[in-house]
């Protein structure tokens, strides 16, 4: 089943908050993305932010993990969010 793109940012925007209330994975998220602290806010509403909030989480089975179990979710939904994102037609593994 499909995720649509509001359900897919919606589940964006919790990873976003589950991430800025990390204090491990914070500063690694913010490093990673080139965003400041104080620009999450403001680029929460961008749907290409929002897909590298994803592909960042699912980067890592331990994070999805714990953002699945903190939110309710099942383990597969943010990489099904993630493919619902503009970009997701962009990814090559060669």
Request: net charge negative; aromatic share 10%.
């Given at each position: 089943m499909p995720v649509s793109p509001d359900h897919a940012e919606t589940i964006a925007?919790?990873?976003?908050?589950?991430?800025?209330?990390?204090?491990?994975?914070?500063?690694?998220?913010?490093?990673?993305t080139g965003a400041a602290a104080e620009e999450l806010r403001?680029?929460?509403?961008?749907?290409?932010f929002l897909a590298s909030v994803l592909e960042f989480l699912t980067m890592d089975d331990a994070w999805v993990?714990?953002?699945?179990?903190?939110?309710?979710l099942g383990y597969e939904m943010?990489?099904?969010?993630?493919?619902?994102?503009?970009?997701?037609?962009?990814?090559?593994?060669t």
């Open positions: 925007l919790q990873a976003l908050g589950w991430l800025a209330g990390n204090d491990e994975l914070a500063p690694v998220f913010l490093g990673s403001e680029r929460a509403t961008d749907p290409a993990v714990a953002f699945c179990d903190a939110a309710g943010p990489l099904r969010a993630r493919y619902a994102l503009p970009g997701a037609g962009q990814v090559h593994w």
